[in-house]
């Protein structure tokens, strides 16, 4: 809901040492929550915040929609079900504040979060690059054979991690895949890569497109309606 013309978002004022201007941050641990450097007029943040009101609305009501309220953050999953690959790593966390977020891997089926875990932002581009890295080596090859054999080439593969897509294909031929496929079970995880393999022939989803694609994956409809990323992919990963 956009705030009425005038009202302000409720938030909080952080003065940092390290911050050259004010940036307005969204998180579910303290909600709308502005920093500023070192000896900033604060009477000026009510005008910065009027600014961005709508902007802040958005972000909060995104938050809101998962289930989570200001200063109940969600904590970093126990385990990182790679389903696609019959899989599971665990996520173990030291935290210390000292020291800024890192990841290790100290074993094959073992990661952990050290340093300040109380980042969750920092924290989660960490566990993301380890998925992307990951979910490259999974699902490269399994594209490549997947393109020869249905004879629909594309141009390069992207991994990312898309806040709200699966996947998407370019007109030039780029396939991107969100690396959280890797969460998905694995008919799931294959059906976007068949998915995006006919937008290389189709960048629509006209009857042409769906009827291609349930030629060549009957049923594909009904895996569509399948991909809830609620249902597979932890609430942490998805802030």
Known sequence: MTP???ALPP?????????????????????????????FDRAQVPAIVRDRAQWAARHLERIAALG??????????????LRAVGREVALRTAHDPRKAPALRQPGPDTLLLAGDTGNDDACRALVRAWLKAQA?????????ALSSALGLPYCALRVRAQKTRWGSCSASGTISLNCTLLLLPPELADYVLYHELCHTRYLNHSPDYWKLLESLLPGARTLDAALDASAHVPIWLRL
Do not use: M
């Not at 050259?20 to 929550?33: A, D, F, I, Q, Y």
């Not at 969600?74 to 079900?81: E, N, Q, T």
């Not at 490259?136 to 490549?144: A, I, K």
């Open 4 to 6: 009425p013309p005038g």
């Open 11 to 39: 938030y909080t004022v952080r003065e940092s040492p390290r911050a050259r201007r004010v940036t307005l941050r969204v998180s579910p641990r303290v909600g709308l929550e502005v920093v500023v450097p070192r000896g």
């Open 68 to 81: 989570w309220k200001p200063g109940t953050a969600p904590a970093p999953p126990p385990a990182l079900p």
């Open 136 to 144: 490259r080596e999974v699902f490269g090859p399994r594209l490549r």
